[in-house]
Nanobody, 119 residues
Framework: QVQLMESGGGSVQSGGSLRLSCVAS????????VGWFRQASGKERERIAV???????IYSDSMAGRSNISRDNTKNTVYLQLFNLNADDTAIYYC?????????????WGQGTPVTVSS
């Protein structure tokens, strides 16, 4: 059973930056696909970015150019760097893992880390 633990969320001023981390455990091989999603209050969950074991990436339009996903397989960790945040980015951010490009079949989910952006 793969377990995912996010960290790095918090409160930030508009225009600020945050770096989210997600550590995976309970598996033999670091999952093929890992990614970040978010869900704002009253809205559906949306994908932000995913990355596969070859480091191919897909970014959502909403955060393209304002986010960067990376993974460190030696540390079983995936990161999400967020830039130039605004109030619309306030949400719970979730880490997910699964298999198969284009990483649209996530099986495992973390508990989420909250991000609040104040203007």
């Amino acid at each position: 059973q793969v377990q995912l633990m996010e960290s790095g969320g918090g409160s930030v001023q508009s225009g600020g930056s945050l770096r989210l981390s997600c550590v995976a455990s309970g598996y033999i091989y670091f999952p093929y696909c890992v990614g970040w999603f978010r869900q704002a209050s009253g809205k559906e969950r949306e994908r932000i970015a995913v990355i596969d074991s070859s480091r191919r990436t897909i970014y959502s339009d909403s955060m393209a150019g304002r986010s960067n996903i990376s993974r460190d397989n030696t540390k079983n960790t995936v990161y999400l760097q967020l830039f130039n945040l605004n109030a619309d980015d306030t949400a719970i951010y979730y880490c997910a893992a699964g298999g198969g490009w284009p990483c649209d079949r996530m099986t495992y989910w973390g508990q989420g880390t909250p991000v609040t952006v104040s203007s």
